[in-house]
């Protein structure tokens, strides 16, 4: 697994986490500390926001599980991936991702609705 993949599965690891400090403790592992994530429903600036922000989308998407589906490839720390929402053999909703990464971590994510 190259460290790409790693970071990006265990960015969605914090997504699926319920406890707040544990999803704090690894998404500081994998941020930098301005990082800044652009969903199409918020924004957020600096990693306690992140970690804030990922605990009310969370909180909206109840035991639905947030998944990596594949990452598509990367370059120039630069990384596309598709992520699915529910059971992969019969998703709620699917989408795309761009992580921005700096020194390996996550400088700047985007997040899209597909």
Known sequence: M????QIVETYF??????DAESRKATLES???KKARIIDPDWVADGV???VEAIGA????????????????GS?????????????AAEPIATGYGVLQ????VIDLAY???G
């Open 48 to 50: 306690d926001a992140i």
């Open 57 to 72: 989308a969370r909180g909206k998407l109840g035991d639905l599980p947030l998944d990596l589906t594949t990452v598509i």
């Open 30 to 32: 994998i941020f930098a």
């Open 2 to 5: 190259s460290d790409v993949t």
């Open 101 to 104: 990464l700096s020194d390996g």
């Open 111 to 113: 997040n899209f609705f």
């Open 13 to 18: 690891k914090a997504w699926n986490d319920f």
């Open 75 to 87: 370059h120039n720390d630069a990384v596309l991936y598709t992520w699915h929402l529910g059971p």
